[in-house]
């Protein structure tokens, strides 16, 4: 879904109540903004941890005792580093 919001002069948007109902923001809350090459992503702090876990169980497997050294070795080598 994409839509269009205002942003005003001192930098505030509003997200429609429906993505925020979604989101479960209808009392407020926070939003992460990552600013990529191909535009911004707006995020919850739990969808940024869903996302930290699946990338987590991309490398490392069925092996929850994995080392960071392990886990990052895994990450370059997949990334041809």
Do not use: C, K, W
């Not at 702090?45 to 490398?59: I, K």
């Not at 994995?66 to 041809?80: Q, T």
């Amino acid at each position: 879904m994409t839509v269009q919001v205002m942003i005003t002069a001192s930098g505030r948007m509003s997200l429609p109540a429906d993505i925020r109902r979604r989101l479960g923001l209808i009392d407020g809350g926070t939003l992460l903004v990552e600013e990529t090459p191909h535009g911004v992503i707006l995020r919850t702090p739990a969808q940024a941890v869903a996302e930290a876990r699946a990338v987590y169980r991309h490398y490392a497997g069925d092996r929850a005792d994995i080392s960071v050294d392990d886990f990052l070795a895994n990450r370059r080598a997949d990334s041809g580093e």
